[in-house]
């Protein structure tokens, strides 16, 4: 049981490229979430997921696409990178169960965009 | 509108003592959850305890409790004995709605530094 696996661990891209941040979970989560932290500040929800198939905007979507193939693997698209897209980005799934609800993050992907 | 308020940017705590962080919320939706989260400086975020808007009880999580006042829209994070081990960022956390198909918004923050 790996919990939440993201790919690479660090990226560094020039202004405009592209690149796809992966994400999987094998805990069976419905739930899925893109964030991004930038130095100092909390988390900032980009994208989330209810369920396979399903994505919806969270508070700075702008310049970023996700695609939620399957329930396991969630991504996140940088069409045309910028520099104020240099941040850590933290992946998530989610689950309830007796009332409890529990939040496990992946280990991060530092991308910095010169 | 601030959903999440932590007005302590950084805290010091004095080895074996106990520490709370405070958390305030806004929300109008009577269904929520919150949660607090520690961040170490290796990166990863790890979860740490979760109040539901309907328990009755406050959570607890070993050393970690949650002081969760609804009227107040409060929900303090207790960590009892401090360990050197709790230096880190905590994060405070409200997930809007009654299922995880909501947004979960994040606090800024508080340093905790763990004193010798």
């Known amino acids: 049981n790996a919990g939440v696996t993201q790919t690479p661990k660090f990226q560094v891209l020039k202004t405009g490229q592209s690149m796809t941040l992966q994400c999987a979970q094998d805990?069976?989560?419905?739930?899925m979430y893109w964030y991004r932290q930038d130095p100092g500040m909390g988390l900032r929800l980009i994208y989330y997921?209810?369920?396979?198939?399903?994505?919806d905007k969270g508070e700075v979507p702008n310049g970023y696409n996700v695609s939620r193939l399957n329930k396991r693997e969630f991504s996140l698209r940088l069409e045309s990178a910028a520099p104020s897209q240099t941040s850590v980005y933290f992946c998530?799934?989610?689950?309830?169960?007796?009332?409890?609800?529990?939040?496990?993050f992946g280990p991060g992907t530092r991308l910095l965009v010169l | 509108a601030q959903k999440i308020t932590q007005t302590q940017p950084g805290m010091f705590v004095q080895e074996k003592e106990a520490v709370t962080l405070d958390c305030t919320y806004d929300t109008s939706d009577p269904s929520y959850g919150l949660f607090w989260y520690k961040q170490p400086s290796s990166g990863e975020m790890i979860f740490l305890i979760y109040q539901g808007s309907y328990d009755q009880q406050n959570a607890t999580e070993g050393r970690y409790s949650l002081n969760f006042q609804k009227a107040r829209k409060s929900a303090n994070l207790v960590i009892s004995a401090s360990q050197l081990g709790d230096s880190a960022m905590y994060f405070c956390?409200?997930?809007?709605?009654?299922?995880?198909?909501?947004?979960?918004?994040f606090g800024p923050g508080t340093s905790l530094s763990v004193i010798p």
């Open positions: 998530a799934s989610s689950v309830i169960q007796a009332n409890q609800e529990t939040q496990y």
């Open positions: 956390a409200m997930r809007e709605g009654r299922t995880s198909y909501d947004k979960v918004i």
């Open positions: 997921s209810a369920s396979e198939g399903t994505t």
């Open positions: 805990m069976n989560h419905n739930s």
